[in-house]
């Protein structure tokens, strides 16, 4: 997603006074598919099978035996090695979990495709959660994944942390990247999706050849879902 000219970081601190979380902690998510087993299929974009995948996630599971860990750990390295392409401005296109793992670069779409890729493959259900965010005189649509872990489904955003941007992995209170803000218009989707968004997939598989990602207009919001 773009950089937004209203960067507003979460406004209520944890008990410790040095984070931030955000103020939405409780919200009733509505999986598109009744069973968490639902969420652990791969598609032609969520690729488990994908070489370059399957390599990070082996990785990871060595020291991280765990599912919580290594979720935590899947989070953390797609949070971090996986440079978001604005921060970057970097032009490069990429859309699948194996295209995201090699070239360790994308979006926030990408970059939970990834993220879902490996959790999925490791037996953790996993699906595309997004928001709808003011960008400019408009709004973009923001992607992110929800894990079902400890029985329930907990919001994670692998967006990728910079100065005035921190999302941290939690399954208690939510520490996304950024909060809604209604009056502007702005949505948190509740449908926790079993494959990305169709407007996602469409931007960026129909994006011409040697186009610029930075240079394509991203979806504006959830095609049907939204409020109002």
């Known amino acids: 997603m773009t950089t937004h000219p209203r960067v507003r970081e979460t406004e209520v601190p944890t008990d410790s006074g040095g984070q931030y979380i955000s103020a939405v902690t409780q919200q009733s998510w509505v999986p598109e598919?009744?069973?968490?087993?639902?969420?652990?299929?791969?598609d032609s974009i969520i690729q488990l099978d994908d070489d370059a995948v399957t390599a990070v996630a082996r990785d990871l599971?060595?020291?991280?035996?765990?599912?919580?860990?290594?979720?935590?750990?899947?989070f953390n390295w797609v949070r971090d090695e996986v440079d978001h392409s604005y921060d970057i401005q970097d032009p490069r296109v990429t859309l699948t979990a194996g295209e995201v793992a090699r070239e360790r670069v994308g979006l926030c779409y990408a970059k939970s495709h990834l993220l879902t890729a490996l959790l999925?493959?490791?037996?953790?259900?996993?699906?595309?959660?997004?928001?709808?965010?003011?960008?400019?005189?408009?709004h973009v649509l923001h992607g992110l994944v929800a894990v079902h872990l400890d029985?329930?489904?907990?919001?994670?955003?692998?967006?990728?942390?910079?100065?005035?941007?921190?999302?941290?992995?939690s399954l208690t209170e939510e520490r996304l990247a950024w909060s809604v803000d209604p009056t502007l218009?702005?949505?948190?989707?509740?449908?926790?999706?079993?494959?990305?968004?169709?407007?996602?997939?469409?931007?960026?598989?129909?994006?011409?050849p040697g186009r610029s990602i930075l240079?394509?207009?991203?979806?504006?919001?959830?095609?049907g879902h939204d409020i109002g």
């Open 61 to 74: 599971r060595r020291t991280a035996p765990d599912d919580v860990d290594f979720a935590r750990a899947a």
């Open 215 to 223: 240079d394509i207009a991203l979806p504006t919001s959830l095609a």
């Open 185 to 208: 218009g702005e949505i948190d989707y509740p449908q926790v999706l079993v494959a990305p968004a169709a407007s996602v997939v469409k931007t960026l598989r129909d994006a011409e």
């Open 120 to 138: 999925r493959s490791a037996g953790i259900p996993t699906g595309l959660c997004y928001q709808k965010l003011t960008d400019g005189d408009g």
């Open 151 to 169: 029985g329930g489904w907990h919001r994670q955003d692998p967006r990728g942390n910079k100065e005035g941007i921190t999302a941290e992995f």
């Open 33 to 42: 598919a009744r069973s968490p087993q639902a969420y652990l299929d791969g």
